[in-house]
Nanobody, 115 residues
Framework: QVQLVESGGGLVQAGGSLRLSCAAS????????MAWYRQAPGKQRELVAA???????NYADSVKGRFTISRDNAKNTVYLQMNSLKPEDTAVYYCNLGQLRYDYWGQGTQVTVSS
């Protein structure tokens, strides 16, 4: 079993920054993908950014150049540095870990960007 615990959400003004963290524990395989998704009210959950255990990254077009995903494999932790935040970034952000055929999710952390 795998547990994911997110932290770092909060309220920030437009143009500000936040850093999200997600610590994974349990049966973590060496090869996996960790990612951040978000879900705004009334919208579907969408991929924000993903990073493989080898360090390859992928970003949604809407966050390219503003968000940076990184990970510390020794700590089984993934980070999301969010800069130049916009009101449309407001959502619940979820951490995801995919390994083998399974997906694991964190409980979510609220990010609210005021205009």
């Amino acid at each position: 079993q795998v547990q994911l615990v997110e932290s770092g959400g909060g309220l920030v003004q437009a143009g500000g920054s936040l850093r999200l963290s997600c610590a994974a524990s349990g049966s973590i395989f060496r090869i996996n993908v960790m990612a951040w998704y978000r879900q705004a009210p009334g919208k579907q959950r969408e991929l924000v950014a993903a990073i493989t255990s080898g360090g390859n990254t992928n970003y949604a077009d809407s966050v390219k150049g503003r968000f940076t995903i990184s990970r510390d494999n020794a700590k089984n932790t993934v980070y999301l540095q969010m800069n130049s935040l916009k009101p449309e970034d407001t959502a619940v952000y979820y951490c995801n870990l995919g390994q083998l055929r399974y997906d694991y999710w964190g409980q979510g952390t609220q990010v609210t960007v005021s205009s």
